[in-house]
């Protein structure tokens, strides 16, 4: 299998943007390996949660820097215990494998902290 191609999505660290993700439209194509990185350089607890995404997607592998430790696999710590909520604590960084499957539009991406949607961290990803 050829390599993953990296997609980057930041969840706001500009002072002006500490409640988006960065960019708020992902693209991808189906049947291609990603390797979505989730990164929360902010001091400000986050998460990355589109459950219709994330049923969609045949997913390898999540592995996490959290507390500067990688760690393999799923539901260690409350970083990842649940794909469709992957949480994002301060100084986080996950890597998420995965192949879509479907081409299709996502409008449901949000961060599931009380008051973040409201402040405009949601997002769609396309499938294409
Ligand atoms: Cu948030």
């Known amino acids: 299998m050829s390599p993953a191609i990296e997609v980057k999505v930041q969840t706001g660290a500009l002072p002006d943007k500490m409640f ?3 960019p708020s439209t992902i693209e991808f194509k189906t049947g291609v390996l990603y390797k979505l990185v989730l990164n ?4 400000n607890r986050h998460s990355f949660s589109s459950k219709q995404f994330a049923a969609s997607v045949k997913t390898l592998k999540v592995q996490t820097t959290a507390k500067g430790v990688v760690k393999e696999g799923v539901g260690k710590e409350g970083v990842a215990t649940d794909l469709q909520v992957i949480e994002l604590p301060p100084e986080t960084l996950v890597e998420w ?5 479907q081409s299709a539009e996502f409008t449901d991406l949000h ?6 949607e409201e402040t405009g961290m949601g997002g769609t990803i396309v499938v294409k």
């Open 20 to 22: 988006q993700f960065i």
């Open 40 to 43: 929360n350089p902010g001091p």
């Open 97 to 101: 494998w995965l192949i879509p499957q």
């Open 111 to 116: 961060c599931t902290v009380p008051g973040h």
